[in-house]
């Protein structure tokens, strides 16, 4: 038997036609469509920092609209404060004629005997039945 | 390493540093053939050295901002594709569905293998007797005898000193003579 001298060293494998054009194609489209995708991400990490940013900014404006929206009064709220400053006034309005009627009433003397009631009992008893003001002001 | 390879790796690693992708390019189509053999000859069937050949390329392409000009561009290769190829081995020696222990019987007797095979028969016992050496062994003949790789060269691929590749050699030689003469 041959020693190993002897033996051709020519490659003895075979491999299919063509096959390193197509390999080495094959790994050149592979690498770069990896490379492509590294670039989409290297976009992405090079405008990281202003995205951040803008986001920021917009995730800042939502939340100020938001909670201005909830914490500050609306349309609805201040027609509402507005009435009950409205009804406050009225009721200002009343006191001031409620205590001028009370004025007006200390100088006026009941020319008939009748239960004892005070005037201010009276007044109160008018208002209670809705009589105007005005009416009792004049029979005042 | 011959001096044209020398100079075509001086060339890759200027165009890498110009433009990665046309220095890659010109990087597969130099080294693509020599380390398709290389893991040809470990691994034997085609479709696993397909395999390991890509893959090897695509741990280069994913690697290669780490390479530094102090190591030369073609014992690098080598190791990523040595390693490859040993991690197919071992893949396939767990969970082997085709024995290729015999590749005499394998190359002769089967169609795929036939298909497979080029060699006369000198050949073909060659090739059973370097299967038959443990996986090491098998790495340091091949470079040697069929890359014709210094020691120096195979020291960086496999990180072994040179003594210890030379006795290799050595041991791989007398095994593979004693196994085609058959004594």
Redesign the interface.
Same mark, same amino acid.
């Given at each position: 038997?041959?020693?190993?001298d002897?033996?051709?060293?020519?490659? !003895?494998?075979? $491999? !299919?036609d063509n096959?390193?054009e197509e390999?080495?194609r094959?790994?050149?489209s $592979?690498?770069?469509d990896?490379?492509e995708s590294v670039r989409k991400i290297s976009i992405f990490k090079r405008f990281r920092t202003s995205l951040l940013v803008a986001a920021s900014i917009a995730g800042f404006v939502i939340i100020s609209y938001s909670a201005l929206k909830i914490l500050a009064p609306d349309r609805s709220g201040y027609q509402v404060s507005e009435a009950i400053f409205e009804l406050n006034q009225d009721s200002l309005i009343n006191d001031i004629d409620i205590l001028s009627l009370e004025e007006s009433a200390a100088s006026f003397e009941l020319s008939e005997e009748g239960p004892d009631v005070s005037k201010k009992d009276i007044i109160e008893y008018l208002m209670l039945e809705n009589i105007e003001l005005n009416d009792i002001y004049e029979q005042l | 390493m011959k001096l044209t390879l020398i100079r075509k790796d001086s060339n890759i690693t200027d165009l890498l540093k110009q433009d990665?992708?046309k220095g %890659?390019?010109l990087l597969?189509?130099t080294y693509?053939?020599k380390l398709? @053999?290389h893991i =040809? =000859?470990l691994v034997?069937l085609?479709e696993d050295a397909?395999d390991a050949?890509?893959n090897t %390329?695509?741990n280069v @392409?994913k690697s290669i901002g780490n390479f530094r000009n102090e190591s030369s561009l073609y014992t690098w290769l080598y190791t990523i594709a040595t390693n490859e190829a040993l991690a197919l081995i071992n893949k396939r020696k767990k969970n082997t569905a085709v024995s290729i222990d015999d590749l005499g019987n394998y190359f002769a007797n089967s169609q795929e293998g036939s298909?497979? %095979?080029? +060699?006369?028969e000198?050949?073909?016992?060659?090739?059973n007797a370097i299967m038959q050496l443990p996986d090491k062994q098998k790495i340091v003949f091949n470079l040697k005898?069929?890359d014709e790789m210094t020691y120096e060269e195979m020291s960086k691929v496999l990180g072994t000193s040179e003594g210890a590749l030379k006795a290799s050699y050595h041991h791989a030689?007398k095994k593979?003579?004693k196994i085609?003469? +058959?004594d």
């Open positions: 038997m041959k020693k190993l002897d033996i051709s060293k020519k490659n !003895p494998f075979k $491999v !299919p096959y390193f390999v080495n094959k790994i050149i $592979v690498t770069a990896a490379d | 990665l992708n %890659f390019r597969v189509e693509s053939q398709y @053999w =040809r =000859r034997v085609h397909d050949l890509q %390329f695509i @392409w298909t497979w %095979f080029d +060699g006369d000198a050949q073909l016992k060659l090739q005898y069929y030689v593979i003579e085609i003469t +058959g």
